[in-house]
């Protein structure tokens, strides 16, 4: 049984800064995409930083020059490094991945998620 956990939420001033990490358990073949999204209560769930297997990223507009996503395919974790962080960043936070658990199972998983609060 393949599991995300993800750490790192809580509660942080305007500017501040937070680490998100999520770890991939069970067994594992390979781990292609990786991913965050974030929902904000009323709103869809969104992208907001995205990493291939290769090392390619992608990021939502909005925090494009403050987040950085990075993974370590050794340890199959994935981290997203928040700066400058605003109120409108607010929400829970879900880790994603794109898992092949045997030869012929691939599927997306999911954590169950961190929050993260922007406030003074």
């Known amino acids: 049984q393949v599991q995300l956990v993800e750490s790192g939420g809580g509660l942080v001033q305007p500017g501040g800064s937070l680490r998100l990490s999520c770890a991939a358990s069970?067994?594992?073949?390979?781990?292609?995409?990786m991913g965050w999204y974030r929902q904000a209560p009323g709103k869809q769930r969104e992208l907001v930083a995205a990493?291939?297997?290769?090392?390619?990223?992608n990021y939502a507009d909005s925090v494009k020059g403050r987040f950085t996503i990075s993974r370590d395919n050794a340890k199959n974790t994935v981290n997203l490094q928040m700066n400058s962080l605003k109120p409108e960043d607010t929400g829970a936070y879900y880790c994603?991945?794109?898992?092949?658990?045997?030869?012929?199972?691939?599927?997306?998983?999911w954590g169950q998620g961190t929050q993260v609060t922007v406030s003074s």
């Open positions: 994603n991945a794109d898992i092949l658990s045997s030869p012929w199972r691939r599927n997306a998983y």
């Open positions: 069970g067994i594992i073949f390979s781990i292609y995409d």
């Open positions: 990493i291939g297997s290769g090392g390619n990223t």
